[in-house]
């Protein structure tokens, strides 16, 4: 047995398995492939959004830098569900709710196939914590890619998010914005590809997998449309094949140490609340102890080092 293939030689060794080798070249794989470890690629991609809607490219770049390295990829998709476009609808029910399905998917598809590792591409508040959950469930080598932040829009000659046309909708009420100009606002605050541009849930908590170590260091703040991205992804299919050489593992990288790292981090750059929701829930998963008296006293004696949105000087300017 190939030592780098401990869960996927069951798949694609032996007279007995021809059949599935057999399924698996009808869509392009070769007898080469077969012999290599097999390597998930769990894509968030939706179109529903723009926080997930560039990683079908980047997971392309993550797959060339796996073969590369000497790896099988496999990419497959999950469900995402965006709080800016379902938020103050039946539909923000599902938010929470839709971390659970991510997670289950992608821990039911890798352990289906016997992937020997994983590379998973989150963007969304959701997505992230859902696919670190799914890795810390199944303790194989594994990663976790964030698409990247949006760009910032313009809009009457300065930069914009999409908190901004939050607060238009409440300046049009107050008189304070017409409504010709919120739908100026509208049409240019989310230029492309990327998550919500500021220190919200998705920027916040792809900052803190970085600082616990499920990421990359220096990739998740790379922006989802920035050209860097491309190498970003590459780099990471190579990054999950040295894992899989080494067999570090999931359990390996989640230490209660790395989670306060990570907390940390959340503290220090004013980042969201929700934090405190996800690390508990990823902590629970890797069977590490973590509690909300952590996040107390870490924020106790942490100064804020950040100015960014929603937090910062940066942000408070008001539709007048």
């Not at 997505?127 to 670190?132: D, M, N, Q, S, Y």
């Not at 901004?164 to 008189?175: H, R």
């Not at 998705?202 to 790379?222: K, Q, Y």
């Not at 999950?240 to 750059?269: C, G, H, P, W, Y």
């Amino acid at each position: 047995m190939n030592p780098l293939k401990p869960y996927s030689h069951v798949i694609s060794e032996g007279i007995d398995r021809a059949p599935a080798r057999a399924m698996l070249k009808g869509i392009g794989f070769t007898e080469e492939d077969m012999h290599k470890p097999f390597i998930g690629v769990a894509n968030t991609w939706i179109e529903t959004m723009p926080c997930n809607f560039n990683l079908r490219e980047l997971a392309a770049k993550v797959k060339e830098g796996i073969r590369a390295a000497g790896g099988t990829p496999f990419e497959f998709n999950t469900i995402a569900i965006s709080d800016g476009v379902t938020m103050g609808t039946e539909g923000m029910k599902t938010s929470l709710i839709s971390r659970e399905v991510i997670a289950d998917s992608i821990e039911l598809a890798a352990r289906g196939y016997c992937f020997d590792g994983l590379v998973c591409l989150s963007g969304c508040d959701k997505t992230i914590p859902g696919t670190v959950m799914a890795l810390a469930r199944l303790n194989r080598p594994g990663l976790m890619l964030y698409g990247g932040s949006i760009m910032p829009g313009r809009f009457q000659g300065r930069d914009v998010t999409i908190q901004d046309v939050f607060e238009g909708v409440g300046a049009v009420s107050a008189g304070k914005m017409t409504q010709e100009e919120l739908l100026d606002l509208e049409a240019n605050a989310c230029p492309g590809a990327g998550a919500c541009g500021g220190q919200f849930t998705a920027n916040t908590m792809a900052m803190a997998f970085e600082f616990l170590g499920i990421s990359p260091l220096n990739a998740n703040s790379v922006p989802a449309v920035d050209p860097k991205k491309d190498q970003v992804g590459y780099e990471a299919g190579q990054m999950v094949m040295e894992l899989v050489r080494k067999n570090i593992t999931t359990q390996k990288i989640f230490t209660r140490d790395a989670f306060l790292n990570a907390v940390t981090a959340v503290v220090a750059s004013g980042g969201s609340t929700n934090a405190v929701l996800h690390l508990l829930a990823c902590a629970h998963e890797a069977g590490v102890k973590l509690s909300l008296a952590d996040f107390e006293r870490i924020s106790a004696h942490t100064p804020f080092l950040a100015d960014l949105k929603p937090g910062g000087a940066v942000c408070r300017r008001r539709f007048i």
